[in-house]
Antibody
């Protein structure tokens, strides 16, 4: 059974760095692409980037300068790090497997001082 | 970037009715189109992939079609549990882009 679960800080201050972990089970990270998507009040659903089964990454240029996606296959975890946060980055952040076949429950992130 | 223009923005229909939601792509995306349903407080759920293929476990009353760069999701015999927001997603080129969503309510 495929499962994904995001964990993150909940509240982040402006200009700080966001770190979210996606822990998966039921499949191998070396077999699936892993996507990151966010949903914000201002822009709706936005694809942020992915890490391929082989470990290379691709990003939406909207975030490229401040986004990093990595993984630890031994722990079945994928990581999102985004710096220079702004209030507009407030929203729900999701990881998704494959071509967005399976999604985590999402984690709400509020950017506020 | 490829723009996905989704319509209508909202829709109200009665049980057992047929409803259709469309997405117009700003350029050719082949069959790299998926449809999702999202319920309040939940993550999107895959309904249709590759424009016309039904995802595992999805009722057959959901169907997808394509005409050129216009894609449609049809829900036949609408059920109460079909309320939610529906999104299209193009998975053809970076950046992948979603439609703005269609909010479906039942009368």
């Amino acid at each position: 059974q495929v499962q994904l679960k995001e964990t993150g800080p909940g509240l982040v201050q402006p200009t700080q760095t966001l770190s979210i972990t996606c822990t998966v089970s039921g499949f191998s990270l070396t077999s699936y692409y892993m996507q990151w998507v966010r949903q914000t009040p201002g822009k709706g659903l936005e694809w942020m980037g992915f890490i391929r089964s082989g470990g290379s990454t691709e990003y939406n240029s909207e975030f490229k300068s401040r986004l990093s996606i990595s993984r630890d296959t031994s722990k079945n975890q994928v990581f999102l790090k985004m710096n220079s946060l702004k209030t507009e980055d407030t929203g729900v952040y999701y990881c998704a497997a494959g071509y967005f076949d399976y999604w985590g429950q999402g984690v709400m992130v509020t950017v506020s001082s | 970037d490829i723009q996905m223009t989704q319509s209508p923005a909202s829709l109200s229909a009665s049980p057992e009715e047929i409803v259709t939601i469309t997405c117009q792509a700003s350029q050719d995306i082949g069959n790299w189109l998926a449809w999702y349903q999202q319920k309040p407080g939940k993550s999107p759920q895959l309904l249709i992939y590759s424009a016309t293929s039904l995802a595992d476990g999805i009722p057959s009353r959901f169907s997808g079609s394509r005409s050129g760069t216009q894609y449609s999701l049809k829900i036949s015999r609408l059920q109460v549990e079909d309320t939610g927001i529906y999104y299209c997603l193009q998975r053809y080129s970076n950046p992948y882009t979603f439609g703005a969503g269609t909010k479906l309510e039942l009368k």
